[in-house]
């Protein structure tokens, strides 16, 4: 079974960037679409965004305009950009295979005001 291992989190003050990864431990990308989940504390797991096999994105309304998305399949790996950061963006955030139950172990991102 594929694993994917998330990196790239961290602290950040509030305005800053942060570009995460998710690694694949082989080639999926070209064929499974991939998307970022984030789990802020107390909070349920949401959404944040998905990249499809054919190039297209799509973003949470509350990262339009501040987040991009991004693969390399040669590094078999996803890329989450995220600029103009918010405290309201500090979560736990995940990677997963659209079509399975596949998860990354997660990364955490925290901004402070």
């Known amino acids: 079974q594929v694993q994917l291992v998330e990196s790239g989190g961290g602290l950040v003050q509030a305005g800053e960037s942060l570009r995460l990864s998710c690694a694949a431990s082989r080639s999926i990308f070209s064929t499974n679409d991939l998307d970022w989940y984030r789990q802020a504390p107390g909070k349920q797991r949401e959404w944040v965004a998905r990249l499809t096999v054919s190039g297209n994105t799509y973003f949470v309304d509350s990262v339009k305009g501040r987040f991009t998305i991004s693969r390399d399949n040669a590094k078999r790996t996803v890329y989450l950009q995220m600029n103009s950061l918010k405290a309201e963006d500090t979560a736990v955030y995940y990677c997963?295979?659209?079509?399975?139950?596949?998860w990354g172990q997660g990364t955490q991102v925290t901004v402070s005001s």
């Open positions: 997963k295979i659209f079509s399975s139950d596949v």
